[in-house]
């Protein structure tokens, strides 16, 4: 009875210990055999990422053989392959919401289908439920060099569209990502605007200008920039009205709003609007809006040496030295010697 007991009591104690050194062991980390890779694009405000295993071809035969064809195939090795999008896309015409997805394919010889799954915890295509597919499509496939590891790559990209390309072995399949890039971002805008306070007036002229430049939602941008004005009337947001009303084709209240806004403008924004004209080859128009420097306010000696600088860019001397001496009445003592310096470089 004594051995019995004092048997039993060695073998609780030796499960005890190897309990405890198991508990204390360290898995020895070894290189997978098709290891993990995420791809990422981002086209416009929409991101978009891939993560997988990356199995080898080793030799074998992949398609038609290791990978049959006709069976649902977890597209890659191990956990499921999952596809993520930021916003609402659509993929080969097929309108899909912003979410991560179980991506599945069947393969077959001349075209897979591919399948985007709302499950994206499982272990590969083993517990494929069809029943949460989100969307099926068919693409052809195409004889390619040879991809050892299989790979995804994201080709072609623009603001609004990327294609996503798999290769692996002999085969290469492609499927186009688009997203509207011009309603998600006039959306993130109206939110953005919506939701804080703006008691300033850059970002709501960021915001049209915007609009303005790709020629989107105009109407919006006429908001934003009333709003700007209200909170800050200046040169900038006047003048983004006036190209705005523009281009919407209303010419006659551009005209208003930007002699008004060359009414308030600085001189060094009349100098950099008349810049633009100059280089434009408009001579006239860009010493037109010179000439608002002195109607603003005729007793500044700058007034009359931005004026004298614009009649130096079209070669006018005599205009340009006329212009450098009523400043040089004007100037305090120690800009003096300034305008006298530039005057004998004329």
């Known amino acids: 009875m004594k051995k019995i007991i004092t048997s039993s009591v060695f073998v609780i104690c030796l499960f005890i210990s ?37 199995p080898l071809a080793k030799g074998r035969e992949i398609f038609g053989k290791l990978i049959p064809f006709g069976k649902v195939w977890r597209t890659g090795a191990d ?27 069947i393969p077959n010889k001349d ?3 591919v399948i985007l799954n709302k499950e994206t915890k499982a272990w590969g295509s083993y517990f494929y439920d069809k029943n949460k597919d989100v969307v099926r499509f068919n693409v052809a496939t195409k004889k390619a060099p040879h991809t050892e590891s299989m790979t995804f790559n994201f080709t072609n990209s623009t603001p609004n569209k990327t294609t996503v390309e798999l290769s692996w072995a002999d085969t290469s399949i492609s499927f186009n990502i688009e997203a509207n890039t011009d309603a998600l971002v006039n959306k993130n805008i109206k939110k953005q605007l919506n939701s804080l306070p703006w008691w300033g007036w850059t970002g709501l002229y960021n915001a049209a200008r915007y609009n303005l430049n790709k020629g989107i939602y105009l109407e919006d941008a006429l908001i934003w920039i009333n709003r700007s004005i209200q909170n800050n009337k200046n040169f900038s947001n006047l003048s983004l009205k006036a190209q705005i009303l523009a281009k919407q084709g209303n010419k006659a209240q551009a005209d208003k709003i930007n002699k008004e806004a060359l009414s308030v403008a600085t001189n060094r924004e009349l100098q950099r609007a008349a810049f633009f004209k100059f280089r434009a ?32 860019q079209i070669k006018d001397k005599k205009n340009a030295q006329k212009m450098y001496k009523k400043a040089l009445r004007l100037a305090p003592k120690d800009k003096k010697d300034a305008i006298k310096e530039a005057m004998k470089k004329l």
């Open 111 to 113: 075209n897979w289908t």
């Open 79 to 105: 956990e499921n392959t999952v596809i993520k999008f930021s916003t609402d896309v659509t993929i080969n015409g097929n309108n899909v919401k912003a979410g991560a997805y179980g991506l599945h394919t």
């Open 281 to 312: 080859k408009d001579n006239k128009a860009g010493i037109d809006i010179l000439k608002h420097a002195i109607k603003n306010n005729a007793s500044n000696y700058q007034s009359y040496t931005v004026m004298a600088w614009g009649y130096q």
């Open 18 to 54: 190897n309990h405890i050194t198991a508990q204390f062991e360290h898995p020895v980390k070894l290189p997978p055999a098709s290891p993990k890779a995420k791809v990422y694009q981002q086209i416009g405000v929409t991101d978009i990422s891939i993560s997988y295993h990356r």
